[in-house]
Every structure is written in structure tokens, then in C-alpha cells.
């Protein structure tokens, strides 16, 4: 199975940026995509940015675009992801969760409902 490891986030001021890495190993299954949602309390998870792995297309949620940017690097057995921001805000504040998914249709539409298996979850703090 998929395990998803987590590292980077932390506190930072407004305006600055931020790294956050997934590391993902084991088997992949029908799983296509590899990408990062996020959660503040009381709200729904979101879709933040995410990248297939097949055809390299990247996906970002609408409160991100132009601000944050998804790469992709693979190693042996070992695929990782990482979140570059810029000029963060703070409601950019939230849990970061990296995730391993396939959309119904072969995408990586975000939708936290076609995730099945999530990281541990990193904290970002914007003040």
C-alpha cells in the first residue's frame, strides 16, 4: 500500500513563502495522482494543489493560482512533491494534508472524496 510522509510547514509572516514535501513509497495501484489538500477548522478540506504522475499536468485550487506551484520528483520507488508558495496570506493558515488519489475520469480533479489514502497532516501558520 501507499504511505505518504510529510514534511516542511511551520509559522511564517505574510508575504513570505513555504516549502512542503510529501514523500510517497510502496505500491500505487490505480492511484494517479499525488497532491495536497488543506483544512481549517469547522471547514471542508480543499483542494490546493496536485500533479499526475502519468502525464505531469499540475491542478491548483482556485485560492492559490499564481501564488503556490507544484513540482514533481521521482526517485527510485520513491515519487515526492513539493509546494513552493509565494506571498502567503494569512488564510492560507490550515492543516496541510498530502494525498494519493484518482479521479473517476483518470484526472486529478480535487475533490477530497476520490482521496484514499492522506498523510498525517502539517501545520501552516500565517501572521
Known amino acids: 500500500h501507499v504511505q505518504l510522509v510529510e514534511s516542511g510547514g511551520g509559522s511564517v509572516q505574510a508575504g513570505g513563502s513555504l516549502r512542503l514535501s510529501c514523500q510517497a513509497t510502496?505500491?500505487?495501484?490505480?492511484?494517479?495522482?499525488l497532491g495536497w489538500f488543506r483544512q481549517i477548522p469547522g471547514k471542508e478540506r480543499e483542494g490546493v494543489a496536485a500533479?499526475?504522475?502519468?502525464?505531469?499536468?499540475?491542478?491548483?485550487g482556485d485560492a492559490v493560482k499564481g501564488r503556490f506551484a507544484i513540482s514533481q520528483e521521482k526517485g527510485k520507488n520513491m515519487v515526492s512533491i513539493q509546494l513552493n508558495s509565494l506571498s502567503l496570506k494569512r488564510e492560507d493558515t490550515a492543516m496541510y494534508y498530502c494525498?494519493?488519489?484518482?479521479?473517476?475520469?483518470?484526472?486529478?480533479?480535487?475533490?477530497?472524496?476520490?482521496?484514499?489514502?492522506w498523510g498525517h497532516g502539517t501545520q501552516v501558520t500565517v501572521s
Open positions: 494525498a494519493a488519489y484518482e479521479a473517476p475520469d483518470g484526472s486529478c480533479y480535487m475533490d477530497p472524496r476520490f482521496v484514499d489514502v
Open positions: 510502496g505500491t500505487w495501484a490505480d492511484r494517479n495522482c
Open positions: 500533479v499526475s504522475l502519468e502525464t505531469g499536468d499540475t491542478y491548483y
